[in-house]
């Protein structure tokens, strides 16, 4: 499966964005999909992800402020962030993966797409 992000911006703090991650190649149904991010010399680390069955999980610092969502018909996922604030800048990267856990590390992911560069500016 190929994987598309876009979305990505500029905005300030208490801003709003939709990043969107277009899936080709195959269905995203039958895999678990979700968002990582990584700011400069950092580690890539999990942000939030929904199985083929709509459960969802977010990592603690963006519980309650970002939502994840698929839509199944149009094989694309979404991340919609809000109240943003200048440490959520990164590069957010949409990925998929086989199994059905929800949490996990980078490295046991099986498909990444190219990031889009989220900025907030405080």
């Known amino acids: 499966v190929q994987l598309q992000a876009s979305g990505g911006g500029l905005v300030q703090a208490g801003d709003s964005l939709r990043l969107s991650c277009a899936a080709s190649?195959?269905?995203?149904?039958?895999?678990?999909i979700g968002w990582f991010r990584q700011a400069p010399g950092k580690e890539r680390e999990f942000v939030a992800a929904v199985s083929w069955g709509d459960s969802k999980y977010y990592e603690n610092s963006v519980k309650d402020r970002f939502t994840i969502s698929r839509d199944s018909a149009k094989n694309t996922m979404y991340l919609q962030m809000n109240s943003l604030k200048p440490e959520d800048t990164a590069v957010y990267y949409c990925?998929?993966?086989?199994?059905?856990?929800?949490?996990?590390?980078?490295?046991?992911?099986?498909?990444w797409g190219q990031g889009t560069q989220v900025t907030v500016s405080s």
């Open positions: 990925a998929a993966w086989w199994g059905s856990r929800l949490r996990i590390g980078r490295t046991e992911v099986n498909y």
């Open positions: 190649g195959r269905t995203i149904s039958t895999y678990v």
